[in-house]
């Protein structure tokens, strides 16, 4: 099956730093990639849609100047979480449709855990 | 936009038993509905789906039965076993290369 991974699997930063988070398909293309937000014992959150070429689409209460996504390329879309503070701390997991249009199923991550001290 | 709604949020069950968890969408036009397993701190693991053309679909174990009159959808768990405690989380999406909506998750125990 399709495989994305992450990059880094976990971070930790100071206050008011930037973290950039690397989601990349490995063996497939996707022009299009979703970032979720989990905190503990909570579901997973849509951030916003990647879509390589173009902006993000981002999801309402979602600010778009502080979660900067780049879809640089078909296998690699990239999110920076810009000026990172305590309540930012979260579990990050983007995910990818598979290679085949017809196959409805989207391949996750195994996400990013960040934590702002 | 679509909205999921999830039951229980914790389930306890002897191993053995069976358990059913139970989610209901909003958007009638949601045509395809995953269902994830998910253990403590790692991805989603996709257990089983059903398209909305489909009334049921088994897999051994499990199981998914989807009413489209009703919008609802379960999932099926039998003869559990220690190793199925996890969190389970269903979904829902609308179009092919859409975003899904996600329930809020069950937490499943299965005590020996």
């Known amino acids: 099956g399709a495989v994305v991974s992450q990059h880094p699997s976990w971070v930790i930063c100071k206050s008011g730093t930037s973290v950039k988070i690397e989601c990349r398909s490995l063996?497939?293309?996707?022009?299009?990639m979703f970032w979720y937000r989990q905190f503990p014992k909570q579901s997973l959150m849509l951030m916003a849609t990647?879509?390589?070429?173009?902006?993000?689409?981002?999801e309402q209460g979602v600010e778009k100047d502080k979660f900067l996504i780049n879809h640089a390329s078909l296998t690699l879309s990239t999110l920076t979480v810009t000026s990172a503070h305590p309540e930012d701390s979260s579990f990050y997991i983007c995910?990818?449709?598979?290679?085949?249009?017809?196959?409805?199923?989207?391949?996750f991550g195994p996400g990013t855990r960040l934590t702002v001290l | 936009g679509e909205n999921v709604e999830q039951h229980p949020s914790t389930l306890s069950v002897q191993e053995g038993d069976s358990a059913v968890i139970k989610c209901t969408y909003s958007?009638?036009?949601?045509?395809?509905f995953p269902w994830y397993k998910q253990e403590l701190g790692k991805r989603p693991q996709l257990i089983i789906d059903?398209?909305?053309?489909?009334g049921e679909k088994k897999d051994q174990r499990i199981a998914v039965t989807l009413n489209k009159t009703a919008k609802h959808f379960s999932l099926h768990i039998t003869e559990t076993q220690p190793e199925d405690s996890a969190v389970y989380f269903c979904a829902a999406r609308t179009d092919s290369w859409g975003k899904f909506q996600f329930g809020a998750g069950t937490q499943v125990v299965v005590t020996p």
């Open positions: 059903i398209r909305s053309n489909v």
């Open positions: 990647s879509n390589e070429g173009s902006k993000a689409t981002y």
């Open positions: 995910s990818a449709p598979g290679r085949d249009f017809l196959n409805n199923e989207q391949f």
């Open positions: 958007d009638s036009a949601s045509n395809y």
């Open positions: 063996d497939f293309q996707a022009t299009t």
